[in-house]
């Protein structure tokens, strides 16, 4: 199927381990990213990745860490995951028109 | 900060009724995008004006952008029950911040939106 989608869906894990959020786009799209979504704040960017192997951070990278060995996969690590790290996340691509399509979200809760 | 802001940032009406969001922003930029997102999903595209147009409409969608001002409204005619979600608005800060950030969004805290039957 056409599209973004991201996995696991929901996710709980505890304090002090790692995690790895999978997004897959069949698009071919270059650029890619990853947001956090909580109460209050919107939606933040963590990193970003302009083509394979090109990553930038965003506003609020410390903590995770990205991947771009191929176009159409973007995972997001979280080295040692934290209480703060709760929040829903989504991964977007973008098509040359700058407009971004987002996966469905992955819901993490760090106990 | 570059983020967009919404006003208001909740709105309530009855069907058949618009819906008319606005979102103000700081700095220069290459376009301004709406988004939609319904509850528990992610957020979907509705539209993108560019930095050099007025007024772009899309079926029950228009779009306005004032740069002078650095703002942006989003009217929905006619609204239904199904138009009920969180609408935000986007700014791609391409003329100040190309390199390293071009196509880079920025988002505000979005406008829920309730449509009553």
């Known amino acids: 199927d056409a599209g973004i989608t991201q996995s696991p869906r929901y996710k709980i894990t505890e304090t002090g381990r790692q995690v790895t959020l999978m997004c897959h786009q069949t698009?071919?799209?270059?650029?890619m990213f990853w947001y956090r979504q909580d109460l209050g704040h919107g939606l933040r960017l963590i990193y970003y990745?302009?083509?394979?192997?090109?990553?930038d951070k965003g506003e609020v990278p410390d903590g995770y860490v990205v991947s771009r060995s191929k176009t159409e996969n973007f995972p997001l690590t979280l080295e040692s995951a934290t209480r703060s790290q709760t929040s829903v996340y989504f991964c977007?691509?973008?098509?040359?028109?700058?407009?971004?399509?987002f996966g469905p979200g992955t819901r993490l809760t760090v106990t | 900060s570059q983020q967009g802001e919404e006003d208001p940032q909740a709105l309530s009406i009855q069907e058949g009724e618009n819906a008319t969001m606005n979102c103000s922003y700081k700095t220069s930029i290459n376009n301004l995008q709406w988004y939609r997102q319904n509850s528990g999903r992610g957020l979907v595209h509705l539209i993108l004006?560019?930095?050099?147009?007025r007024e772009k409409h899309s079926g029950r969608l228009r779009v306005t952008l004032d740069t002078s001002k650095k703002s942006s409204s989003l009217l929905i005619t006619a609204s239904r029950a199904a138009d009920t979600a969180s609408y935000f608005c986007?700014?791609?800060?391409?003329?100040?911040?190309?390199?390293?950030?071009?196509?880079?969004?920025?988002f505000g805290r979005g406008t829920q939106l309730t449509v009553w039957p």
């Open positions: 977007a691509s973008r098509n040359r028109e700058y407009e971004q399509y």
């Open positions: 004006i560019r930095s050099n147009e």
């Open positions: 986007a700014t791609d800060a391409g003329g100040e911040d190309r390199g390293s950030t071009l196509g880079r969004l920025y």
């Open positions: 698009w071919s799209h270059s650029y």
């Open positions: 990745s302009a083509a394979a192997d090109i990553t």
